[in-house]
């Protein structure tokens, strides 16, 4: 009953197969492989975008980081949900790798910025000559922070509102294909058809062992990111093991069907949950992950029969057995039913 994250979830077979695959032989280093040339060719065909520029990278912290440091200056400010996971859960990465540019919080509705807001925000900024920050780029997550998922509307309008003030726009797609999934869009849709110009386009979290791509649609600024990535120390090596992955991720849609699984582990698993005495959500449950305030006398019975989650406010321990606590709850493409109703089962109680 493993709730914690889709990043604590086993690897693909598929991909691990790929990856013994790839083990045979020789190939040439530093993304030079023929794979890396393949996987490039399959993420333009698929983004329908055959001038866009693939980079792939081990961790999805490098991806946005880097990404952003190549659409803003040091001196420019970075505009973000105050929940963005740039800004909570990345240790200043963006901050560091950009050489200094700031983060700029945009007040949010549970997890999704608001086109008002953002530009107030944005017009707020870059009004105090040489004594303040720029405005630079706009960065926006799909998946959301809290399990929601921006539909095509919500995300034009936020870009709309960013090139009002001709802002480039960044996506953080570690859970893209979840998204995707769950709206049934194509990745230009969802994309550069919006006006979004950079993608972290995540497999990590869906089944692989760790690669993530940076796509960008305008190609000017993929030798500056090659240049910052090998600066960064996240060129790879032997970088046939991140195209392996890669490809057989992105083989007969695997990609897809991985999130598919893990957003209807989580309709499962929240619609058992929805009609328990004492539990609420933060907000809907678009993928593959939820924020749940459920009694502590849930909580115990779930962590006395082995249910792993993380508890996001309030402790265990505790006089009152119905106070709610907050909890996060994630599933992957893994998960089997047997889980599903076990943690049902205890908790019913």
Not at 85 to 110: M, Q, R
Not at 145 to 173: I, M, Q
Not at 229 to 234: D, I, M, Q, V, Y
Request: hydrophobic share 45%; net charge negative.
């Amino acid at each position: 009953m493993f709730f914690a994250s889709d990043n604590a979830g086993p690897i693909h077979p598929e991909v691990l197969e790929a990856l013994a695959r790839a083990n045979e032989g020789y190939a040439m280093p530093y993304g030079a492989d023929a794979g890396t040339q393949r996987v490039q060719a399959q993420i333009r065909e698929i983004f329908e975008a055959p001038d866009a520029m693939v980079h792939l990278l081990a961790t999805g912290t490098a991806a946005n980081s880097i990404a952003l440091a190549c659409m803003c200056a040091p001196y420019e400010t970075v505009f973000c949900s105050s929940v963005a996971h740039i800004h909570e859960d990345e240790c200043s990465a963006p901050e560091f790798y950009s050489g200094g540019a700031k983060l700029t919080l945009v007040p949010c509705d549970v997890d999704k910025m608001r086109p008002d807001d953002l530009r107030a925000s944005i017009a707020a900024e870059g009004t105090r000559g040489v004594h303040g920050p720029q405005r630079g780029a706009v960065s926006i997550t799909q998946v959301a922070e809290k399990g929601s998922v921006h539909s095509l509307d919500e995300l034009r309008a936020l870009v709309n509102v960013t090139k009002e003030f001709k802002l480039p726009v960044h996506l953080d797609g570690a859970r893209f294909a979840n998204a995707l999934a769950t709206l049934g869009c194509s990745a230009a849709e969802m994309t550069w058809k919006l006006g979004i110009d950079a993608v972290s386009f995540g497999g990590t979290k869906n089944g692989l062992m760790g690669v993530e791509a940076v796509i960008f649609f305008d190609p000017k600024k993929s030798w500056e990111f090659e240049l910052r990535r090998k600066r960064g120390a996240h060129l790879f090596s032997k970088g046939r093991y991140l195209s392996a992955q890669m490809e057989a991720y992105l083989a007969n849609g695997l990609w897809l069907t991985s999130a598919v699984k893990a957003n209807a582990n989580m309709a499962r698993l929240s619609n058992e949950l929805r009609g328990l005495e004492g539990v609420s959500f933060l907000a809907e449950p678009d993928a593959n992950m939820v924020f749940a305030w459920m009694p502590r006398a849930v909580h115990q019975r779930l962590h006395n029969g082995g249910a792993v989650y993380y508890l996001m406010q309030g402790n265990l321990e505790g006089d009152d057995p119905n106070e709610p606590l907050l909890c996060r709850l994630v599933s992957d493409w893994s998960i089997s039913q047997g889980q599903i109703d076990q943690f049902i089962a205890l908790a019913r109680g």
